[in-house]
């Protein structure tokens, strides 16, 4: 049955983006409409699954570190308000070879950031964490106040919150608006039309087929396969506080202890092949499940043989270089884009919606990082 209705902001996505959005925008006493195809943090979202990485680390790229520290405050309060358990403060630590810089480049930042940290040479790590083989790095960076989002419970109560303030949440599927010009309403499968003042399209990896014009070619949605591995029967060397969560930079290879007694979580940031959000398997395959099993037994040797005990197959939404996506659209100017998440995207939820909701307000200044003008067709990965 086709209804009408106007709000100040329509947001179509509940994913991490879209929720955190809506969230600072009912805050701000704004009408709120959201609108997903399936629901918050759903299985196959980007913001889907179970856990995601919250670290300071950012290399030189200091914007980045300033959202996490901002977003970090914002996630704990959010955890304390809805009564759930949202952050696991697990310490993250991050290892690189001879060869890289990074991690003394983010040491710098997060020393004039005031934000704890240690650095480790390869002696002490070994020496702090027996159970890991060290093979290959020369050093690591310990952010002890880091840790572990719990995602998809995360993204539902941000909406469960932001419902609460006043913002209406329903499911349908917005079909792409067309023509130039402001827009003035939105149609969607079950939903019928509602009309607003602004919009944001927060459709993580389904923008490129939300505005295949626009950024079919500028969203590199990539399959990502994960993980979890069953650690032996009482022991507790691969769960916090024994093992932090981890990143071997050269090997482009993360994980994270066992949280909930899910098993110990990893996953290659190596890009995968090209995919739809909608119709991908998300079943991983022989040949990733195989160097899996390789890859850990070398690292953990402890879990050489370890079973498989869950798995799961995601996708990243990744720009060009890896900054985010939020911008006006070129040719609406009262419809905004937020996305690009690039595998990095989750914890920075907070800040993001905090800067859209300001921008929708004419607050605040435009991040150029961030524009829809610097995303290229062809990737150069720079933002990790
Ligand atoms: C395996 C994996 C590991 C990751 N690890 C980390 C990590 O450790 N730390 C970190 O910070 N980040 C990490 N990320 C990145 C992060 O999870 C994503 O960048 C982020 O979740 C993207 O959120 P989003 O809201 O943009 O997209 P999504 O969560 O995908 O949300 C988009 C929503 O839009 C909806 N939608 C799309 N089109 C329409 C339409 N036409 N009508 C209605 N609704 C629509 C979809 O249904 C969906 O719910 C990881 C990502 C993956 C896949």
Redesign the pocket.
Known sequence: MAESSTYDVIV???????AWTAWHLAKRKQKVLV????GA??A??????ET???RMSYGKDEIYTLWSQASLVQWKALAASSGQQLFQQTGVLWMEGKEGGRLRDSQATLHRRGIAHEMMDDAALRKRYPQVNFDGVDRGLLEPWSGVLL?RRGVQAVMEEARKNGAEFRI???VTPSGRGRLGSIA?TGCGTSSAGQFVF?????LG??FPELLAQRIFTTR?E?FFFGTPPGDARFAPPALPTWLFSSDEV?GMPDIESRGLKM?RDTHGEKVD?DTQSRIVSGEGAEWARNYVARRFPALKGAPIVET?V????NTSNGDFLIDRHPDMPNVWL??G????????GPALGEYLAAQLSGEGKAEPRFSLASKATQQQRAVY
């Open positions: 179509v996505g509940a994913g991490v983006f879209g609108l997903d195809s399936y943090a759903h196959r979202a980007s913001s889907g699954g995601r990485i919250i995602a349908g599927q917005v969607a927060a459709c993580g990896p389904w087929k939300v990502q994960v993360y996953a959000p799961r995601c996708q990243y939404e937020a996305g998440g690039s595998g990095h995207g989750f914890k920075h």
